[in-house]
């Protein structure tokens, strides 16, 4: 290796993976020459960037322990596909320019780069950053944090009681789990779980949609207001907002608040138009909010074929204000109407909804027959037993630690 720094024992054995993305095939090629010349390790070249942030983490994965970025073929891009890797934790991030420019290497430092290394290559520089590399990853060889799980609570029709039963399941997970849990009021443009919960908002929805660029973990923390159950909300506009919000806008927002909390659910309203978005792939559990009439079991008949194909998320059907003494509709034609059980019936109980709305007093507050289904939601969900079997063993019906 001539002129270049010898990698110390104790690292040049962790051989580093690298991949190298870069439009432009003259500076390409410099640059997996010099990796090659300074580490032993696989140098993969990537021709392009990715068409879009969001293939960042099928494209990359977690194959590599560094990736080196190109930013003179396109440096907007280029830095929002730094911050990209970096906010999904992929790999160390280092770029390289035949520019000097101190401002675009500041840039560069917010976005997440490591390392900032310059056209034509010294091989004693570039053996200096993978020895830090290197450093980096023997640092980082604890399991990386697995995503949070998303909860998605939809209604078939409008006013089947979504925010009502999201407000209520969410509070209890995030007492029962003990768990990071999140709450997100999607249900533009005038959503009021803040209301419901009897909390107020400094901050909405609306903040992390105008500041994709800037968001991360530590960002939309500022954004939140925490319940008393220790239930964290990222809370709808207080006043009229635009309905329409990009895919990619969307897509980041639940990649980072999964990447932030364990439990993570979505009060989206009766808003079908977000059905082709990340809220509804196959790593989502959406519970489909309906009730006993011939509008509402229409609509879930329609929306159950359409979430039941290939590659759609866990469905679990919830008949709000169920009342078995009805005998309009019985249960052989909800069953025909839903083609499936429901699995999950919440008993009409309208004094207690209307004591929410109007005092934000939760379901789960009362040892009610509402509660009881609630709590059982949420056991399921987080592995605890079932609400008979912690009465029987002698367990308090609710345990009062805060998340923190």
Excluded at 213 to 223: A, C, E, M, Q
Excluded at 249 to 275: H, M, N, P, T
Excluded at 310 to 320: F, M, Q, R
Excluded at 374 to 399: D, H, L, N, W
Aim: aromatic share 6%.
């Amino acid at each position: 290796m001539s002129n270049s720094m010898q990698i110390p024992d104790s690292l040049s054995s962790a051989v580093l993976s690298i991949a190298v993305i870069c439009p432009d095939e003259q500076h390409r090629s410099a640059a997996t020459s010099i990796l090659r010349e300074c580490q032993s390790g696989p140098v993969h070249e990537f021709k392009a960037y990715p068409p879009a942030l969001n293939d960042v983490p099928r494209i990359l994965g977690d194959n590599y322990d560094v990736i080196l970025v190109e930013l003179d073929s396109d440096p907007e891009y280029a830095l929002d596909l730094v911050e990209t890797i970096c906010a999904r934790n992929l790999a160390t991030v280092m770029v390289y320019s035949a520019q000097t420019d101190s401002s675009l290497l500041l840039r560069c430092m917010r976005a997440g780069a490591r390392e900032f290394l310059t056209l034509p290559f010294d091989s004693g520089t570039v053996a200096e950053a993978l020895v830090r590399a290197s450093v980096l990853r023997a640092g980082s060889r604890a399991p990386r944090k697995k995503d949070g799980r998303l909860l998605v609570f939809l209604g078939a029709k409008g006013g089947s009681g979504v925010t009502t039963l999201a407000c209520n399941f969410a509070t209890s997970l995030a007492k029962e789990s003990g768990q990071r849990t999140l709450l997100i009021d999607f249900n533009l443009p005038l959503g009021d779980a803040a209301i419901s919960l009897g909390i107020k908002a400094q901050y909405s929805i609306s903040s992390a949609f105008q500041n994709t660029s800037r968001l991360d973990v530590n960002f939309l923390s500022t954004l939140l207001v925490q319940h008393e159950s220790g239930l964290f909300v990222l809370a709808a506009p207080g006043e009229l907002a635009p309905t329409y919000v990009s895919a990619e806008a969307i897509d980041k927002l639940l990649e980072i608040a999964r990447q932030g909390f364990d439990y993570v659910v979505v009060d989206a309203g009766s808003r079908l138009d977000l059905q082709r978005e990340h809220l509804f792939d196959e790593s989502a559990t959406i519970y489909l909010v309906t009730q006993v009439g011939i509008p509402e079991l229409r609509n879930s008949h329609r929306l159950i074929a359409l979430l039941s194909a290939a590659g759609s998320p866990k469905l679990e059907i919830v008949i709000n204000r169920y009342d078995p003494r009805s005998v309009e509709i019985d249960e052989e034609h909800i069953t025909k109407a839903l083609t499936k059980p429901a699995k999950w019936k919440i008993p009409n109980n309208y004094a207690a909804v209307r004591r929410m709305q109007n005092t934000a007093t939760l379901f789960t507050e009362n040892d009610g027959q509402i509660a009881k289904v609630i709590q059982q939601m949420a056991y399921a969900v987080c592995g605890e037993p079932a609400v008979e079997e912690k009465k029987k063993t002698g367990f308090s019906f609710f345990r009062r630690g805060v998340a923190s």
